[in-house]
Structure formats: C-alpha cells, structure tokens
C-alpha cells in the first residue's frame, strides 16, 4: 500500500468483469478494505451471476452450490451492482471500460478445454467434458447440444480430475438419484431415457497421481446402480511409487486406499458398470463417421512418476468420448492474451501488454493463474489483486467524475439498447426457478434460454 494514500472525493469505480466466483471474492475484497470508498459493477456476458457454481458445479452437490448464498449478501451491498447480460466486446469495449472506471478487473475464468491431439477427435461423438457439463447444467451456450446417449452404450471419459469424476457418476447415477437435483431439464430426459451402461474412466498416470478428491472418489462407491471394476495391477504401486506414496499428503494416501478397496469389492450385478482405469492413454478414436472404439495405450511410471508408453494397445469399445484433460482461458476483445497458457498476461495481478504493466487494469481467478484449485482458491487470489490495485492507486489516471457517476454507464448501455439485468431481477428470476422446482419436488427447475429469462423480465420487445 503507498506511504500516501490518495484521497478522492467520490467513490471508487471499479469494474468487475465475470461474475463468478472470483469476480464475488474480489467484490468482498474491495468492500473489506477501509482505505477508500468504492462503487463495484460486477458485469456478466449472462443474466444470471454465479458462473462456475451455477454452470460447473455438479447439480448433485448441493451444498458446494449454497457458497451463493454469501455472493448474494455480497451483491446486496448498496456499494455493488450487478450487471448482468453485458458483454465485453459487443455491448462495451475496453475503451469504454478504461473511461468510465479507476480500475477493471478480468474474473472470466476458464470456459474453453484442451484437446487430447489424438486422430479421430472430430468425429461425432467426441465432445469436451466442458460441454457436457455446461449442458446437463442449463448453460445458455448449450441448451440445444445433442448428446446421443438413447443409442450410446458404453462412454469413455479421458482424465483424473474432479470433473471427470463428475461426468462419470452423472452418466451412472439411476434417473431417481438426479431427479432431485437442479439438473436442466432437457439433460434429466436425456439420460433418463440413456443406455449407457458402462462407463471408462481413463488415467494416464496411476492412482497416486489423480486429482480427484477423496470425497468424490468416495461417492462412486456408492452409486444405486453401478458397480465399479478396478483392475489390481492398474493401482499397484511399485518400489518408487510407494516411496512417493509415503511422502504424499493425506488425500493421496485415502484416494489409494479407497482405489485398492474397489480393486477388491466383489461385483453385485448392478445394471451399469463404471470402469476406473489407470496408467492408460487414448492413442486413437476409431471410426468413419461415428465412433467404433477408442485405442488406448498401457503406460508405467518412470522414476519420476511421468507416464511412459509400453507399446501395448487395447481398444475400448465405446462409441462416445468425452475429455477432460484441463481448462484454458478464451481472450476478451482487445485485453492482452496468452494463447499458449490460456491466461491475460500478469505479474502477480497486473496486466501486462508485452512487458509493460497496463495501468489500472488486473486479474483474478482462472485468466489469471490457469485452471487449478476448488472454488475457495478463488478468494486469496483475489484479495491479492485487490491489494496491487490500492497499492498502485496513487498512480492510476482515474476516470473523470462525470463518467465516474453509477448512472453514467447504465446510460450509455441503455443509448446502445442493451437490455441490462440487474440483481434485483436476477432475484426473479431465482423465485421463479425455485417456485417451479416446489412444484416437481425439485431444488430449482432453471431457466436455459436467455431469451426465455428477458421474456420473464419483459426485457424483449
């Protein structure tokens, strides 16, 4: 913080652009301190705040979703507006940003995916786990996405993390077990009416080096209506792997644990099967037009734990793949981008433009350091950007007081015929996604289409 700090006579604006979670923790952040008054916008390309909570997180962890509860108190703070169905690039520009605010901040996470490099990865049937996901959530992106899954019998799902641990428990839970979920609706007929019935979950390294937790490992073990199949030679640990192993933290060694506990669970004729594999990875995906199978290569581990193909293959026969091997960042019109890391260039926070900071202009969250962490990580990366900017604040070139005024922006959105969504209609919006699922005996039954919520709001004329 400077030695001196700068005293303003009005608020200071301050732009937040996403309104997930990192853009909520740096929201808090900005409301904590005590060195200046500030007037927040959070602005989402949605009409609904939340992002990843909302659209990530799997409908059948409702308790990791209730986290909207505190982001609600934070947006109900008369120093915060939410602006929601505002995009960066088509309704405001950079320039725009840059006039009107002291300070921006970029909280877009991380919404597109890696790619496995693999032949045959454009063929139909093979989709991101992110798509998937966003799917079976409602995203607005994604409503009409079809995903086959009346004539899919068999899915193979590439990767160890939590995501994948996610998409293989939706496509192996019974319909009873996710009709009391906030599920879109389209995704719950889908897979209601699935014949999926079996389910690969493929790692390249071995069962000390997954990045699940132990608490959604746990839950596959306890699936209605699947049974798990672990192959015992794929989670042994050799000489090396179980001197990693001991120095390992306490979630490895329980996720190992649990991994041998399945190995040896006798099968109880549960009409779907989820097959955990390890030290496996996809070589090729098969077929013409459609997926026939997915050729996989066995692996061992070097001594330093990296994946080293044998040259042994085996061909799955699945006719559906669905990866998850890792987020990447899209751009932002006009804001500097690393396409190579999938991040905006930054020193701990700071936007770089080559090697030169951009005055006035910061990072949080996935665009900032990459895809890494659970929601929580979000909040002490935040207030670390928080703190550059009251550092730096003595030197930022702030907005003239005219276009500082809250009303200023919300003027020239409406001038450009941009049907903005505040909290407060947000809030319908929830009642009324609520309301419906009392009805079915559901949490909320949401809203897919933004179309369909600013006809709620009588926002489209």
């Known amino acids: 913080m400077s030695e001196?700090?700068?005293?303003?006579?009005?608020?200071?604006?301050?732009a937040v652009i996403g309104a997930g979670p990192s853009g909520f923790y740096v929201a808090e952040s900005l409301l904590k301190q005590t060195q200046h008054a500030v007037s927040v916008d959070l602005l989402d390309r949605l009409p609904?705040?939340?992002?990843?909570?909302?659209?990530?997180?799997?409908?059948?962890?409702?308790?990791?979703?209730?986290?909207?509860?505190?982001?609600?108190?934070?947006?109900?703070?008369?120093?915060v507006r939410f602006l929601g169905h505002v995009e960066l690039g088509k309704d405001l520009t950079r320039a725009d940003l840059q006039k009107y605010y002291d300070a921006v901040f970029y909280t877009v996470?991380?919404?597109s995916d890696r790619n496995l490099g693999i032949p045959g990865e454009t063929l139909k049937g093979?989709?991101?786990?992110?798509?998937?996901?966003?799917?079976?959530?409602?995203?607005?992106?994604?409503?009409?996405?079809?995903?086959?899954?009346?004539?899919?019998?068999?899915?193979?799902?590439?990767?160890a993390g939590n995501v994948a641990i996610d998409v293989t428990r939706i496509l192996a839970k019974s319909h009873d077990e996710l009709s009391s979920t906030d599920m879109a609706?389209?995704?719950?007929?889908?897979?209601?009416?699935?014949?999926?019935?079996?389910?690969?979950?493929?790692?390249?390294?071995?069962?000390?080096?997954a990045k699940f937790t132990t608490k959604e490992l746990r839950e596959l073990g306890e699936l209605l209506?699947?049974?798990?199949?672990?192959?015992?030679?794929?989670?042994?640990?050799?000489?090396?792997?179980?001197?990693?192993?001991?120095s390992a933290d306490n979630t490895v060694k329980k996720n190992v644990e649990i991994l041998h506990e399945f190995a040896k669970k006798p099968l109880e004729g549960k009409p779907r099967r989820v097959h955990l594999r390890f030290l496996v990875s996809p070589v090729e995906i098969l077929g013409q037009e459609?997926?026939?199978?997915?050729?996989?290569?066995?692996?061992?581990?070097?001594?330093?734990?990296?994946?080293?193909?044998?040259?042994?293959?085996?061909?799955?026969?699945?006719?559906?793949?669905?990866?998850?091997?890792?987020?990447?960042?899209?751009?932002?019109?006009?804001?500097p981008f690393d396409p190579?890391?999938?991040?905006?260039?930054?020193?701990?926070?700071?936007?770089?433009?080559?090697?030169?900071v951009v005055p006035g202009e910061y990072v949080a969250g996935w665009i900032k350091r990459g895809p890494s962490g659970v929601v929580g990580s979000n909040k002490v990366d935040s207030a670390e950007s928080v703190k550059l900017m009251l550092e730096d604040l003595s030197t930022l070139e702030l907005a003239g007081d005219a276009d500082a005024h809250p009303g200023a922006i919300t003027a020239l959105l409406e001038a450009r015929g941009v049907h903005y969504v505040t909290f407060d209609q947000w809030l319908e919006l929830d009642q009324f996604e609520t309301e419906a699922g009392k009805l079915v005996g559901r949490p909320r039954v949401k809203i897919a289409r933004i179309s369909e919520m600013l006809e709620k709001l009588k926002l489209r004329i």
């Open 290 to 335: 459609s997926i026939t199978g997915l050729k996989i290569e066995r692996n061992r581990l070097d001594e330093n734990q990296n994946a080293v193909g044998t040259g042994e293959f085996e061909t799955l026969p699945v006719s559906m793949v669905l990866r998850s091997v890792g987020y990447k960042g899209v751009p932002l019109q006009d804001v």
């Open 48 to 79: 609904t705040p939340y992002g990843l909570v909302r659209y990530g997180v799997a409908p059948d962890h409702p308790k990791i979703k209730s986290i909207t509860l505190q982001y609600e108190k934070i947006a109900r703070d008369p120093r």
């Open 185 to 209: 609706h389209h995704a719950l007929v889908a897979l209601q009416h699935s014949a999926v019935r079996d389910v690969y979950m493929l790692a390249r390294r071995g069962a000390a080096q």
């Open 340 to 356: 190579r890391k999938g991040v905006i260039p930054n020193a701990s926070g700071r936007v770089l433009e080559g090697e030169a």
């Open 225 to 246: 209506e699947a049974d798990i199949l672990i192959k015992p030679e794929e989670v042994a640990l050799d000489e090396a792997g179980q001197l990693a192993l001991e």
């Open 109 to 111: 996470g991380a919404s």
């Open 4 to 14: 001196h700090p700068r005293e303003l006579s009005r608020p200071l604006r301050v």
């Open 126 to 159: 093979s989709y991101s786990a992110t798509e998937f996901v966003a799917w079976y959530n409602g995203h607005p992106d994604y409503p009409d996405r079809e995903f086959d899954l009346h004539n899919v019998s068999s899915v193979a799902v590439v990767g």
